[in-house]
Antibody
Framework: EVQLVESGGGLVKPGSSLKLSCVAS????????MHWIRQAPKKGLEWIAL????????YYADSVKGRFTISRDNSKNTLYLEMNSLRSEDTAMYYC?????????WGQGVMVTVSS | DIVLTQSPATLSVTPGESVSLSCRAS??????IHWYQQKSNESPRLLIK???QSISGIPSRFSGSGSGTDFTLSINRVESEDFSVYYC?????????FGSGTKLEIK
């Protein structure tokens, strides 16, 4: 059974940093691209980053480019999202998801709140 | 960026009715559209991939159609567990984009 478990969220002040983790199990993590997708409270879904299975390519939404970094450690079956210069508009539930073209499996999400 | 426009924003139906949800792309995207269901306080769940391909474990009452710019998710005889929000998503080009969603509610 595919499982994706996010962690690392919390309440932070504007301008600060946070690093999210997503531990994967139930599939060969090193063979699949992975996404981060977020959802602001009461809003729709926003794709923010994709990393290929071997980290050879990384792509970002314009809204986070230059502030967020996606990475992975295939030896630990773990996906990361390093978030810097956080803004109030980054407040959202953050999901990791498996798959490249379409996110097939999603984690339960982790909440990030940016507020002074 | 490819913009996906979903309509209607809200659809009120009676259990047992059949419904169609629309997703229109701002440019042709072949069949690179996928549909998700999101129940309250849950993660999204993939229902249909590549416009019409079924997903293991998803009830057969869910089906998809379309190509180019116009796509439809159909639910045959809506059941009580189907009342939720539905999103379309395109994988034709990066950035991946989602529609704003259609909320299916009980009439």
């Amino acid at each position: 059974e595919v499982q994706l478990v996010e962690s690392g969220g919390g309440l932070v002040k504007p301008g600060s940093s946070l690093k999210l983790s997503c531990v994967a199990s139930g599939f060969t993590f090193s063979s699949y691209g992975m996404h981060w997708i977020r959802q602001a409270p009461k809003k729709g879904l926003e794709w923010i980053a994709l990393i290929y299975y071997d980290s050879s390519n990384k792509y970002y939404a314009d809204s986070v480019k230059g502030r967020f970094t996606i990475s992975r450690d295939n030896s630990k079956n773990t996906l990361y999202l390093e978030m810097n210069s956080l803004r109030s508009e980054d407040t959202a539930m953050y999901y990791c998801a498996k798959g490249e073209g379409y996110p097939r499996y999603w984690g339960q999400g982790v909440m990030v709140t940016v507020s002074s | 960026d490819i913009v996906l426009t979903q309509s209607p924003a809200t659809l009120s139906v009676t259990p047992g009715e059949s419904v169609s949800l629309s997703c229109r792309a701002s440019q042709g995207i072949s069949t690179s559209i996928h549909w998700y269901q999101q129940k309250s306080n849950e993660s999204p769940r993939l229902l249909i991939k590549y416009a019409s391909q079924s997903i293991s474990g998803i009830p057969s009452r869910f089906s998809g159609s379309g190509s180019g710019t116009d796509f439809t998710l159909s639910i045959n005889r809506v059941e009580s567990e189907d009342f939720s929000v539905y999103y379309c998503q395109q994988s034709y080009s990066l950035p991946l984009t989602f529609g704003s969603g259609t909320k299916l509610e009980i009439k």
